[in-house]
Nanobody
C-alpha cells in the first residue's frame, strides 16, 4: 500500500493560519483519492476534506467550507490542507488518508467515509490558543 507522513501542525493563535502537508510513498501510482480527517479529544474522528487525484475534484464537510482548502501536487505525491482563521475548536489531531485503487462501487458518501480509505498517516497535532 502507501505510507503517509503528515507535517505542518503546531501551536497557533486564534485567527492564524496553517498549511498541513501529507506526502505519500510506496504504491502511489494507484492512489485514487486522499483526504484529511481530524479528531479532537473525546470526540470521534470527523471528515474535513478530500481530493480526487485525477482531475482534482474536491469535497468538504459543510462546516469546513470557506476556511479549509485542500490541494495536491501529484508530482510530489503530496496533498495540502490550508486552514485559515483558525479557531480554538479546530484543535485536534489531523490525519491524512489515502485510498488505493478507488471505490469498487458507486457511493455518494465515498469521499466522506473513513472506511473508504485504505491507508492512514500517524497524524499531526494542531493546537489553537485563544
Amino acid at each position: 500500500q502507501v505510507s503517509l507522513v503528515e507535517s505542518g501542525g503546531g501551536l497557533v493563535q486564534a485567527g492564524g493560519s496553517l498549511r498541513l502537508s501529507c506526502t505519500a510513498s510506496g504504491r502511489t501510482f494507484s492512489m485514487y483519492a486522499m483526504g484529511w480527517f481530524r479528531q479532537a479529544p473525546g470526540k470521534e474522528r470527523e471528515f474535513v476534506a478530500a481530493i480526487k487525484l485525477i482531475g482534482g475534484a474536491t469535497y468538504y464537510a459543510d462546516s469546513m467550507k470557506g476556511r479549509f482548502t485542500i490541494s495536491r501536487d501529484n508530482a510530489k505525491n503530496t496533498v495540502y490542507l490550508q486552514v485559515n482563521v483558525l479557531k480554538p475548536e479546530d484543535t485536534a489531531v489531523y490525519y491524512c488518508a489515502a485510498d488505493v485503487d478507488g471505490p469498487k462501487y458507486y457511493s455518494p458518501n465515498y469521499y466522506y467515509d473513513p472506511t473508504a480509505y485504505t491507508d492512514w498517516g500517524q497524524g499531526t497535532q494542531v493546537t489553537v490558543s485563544s
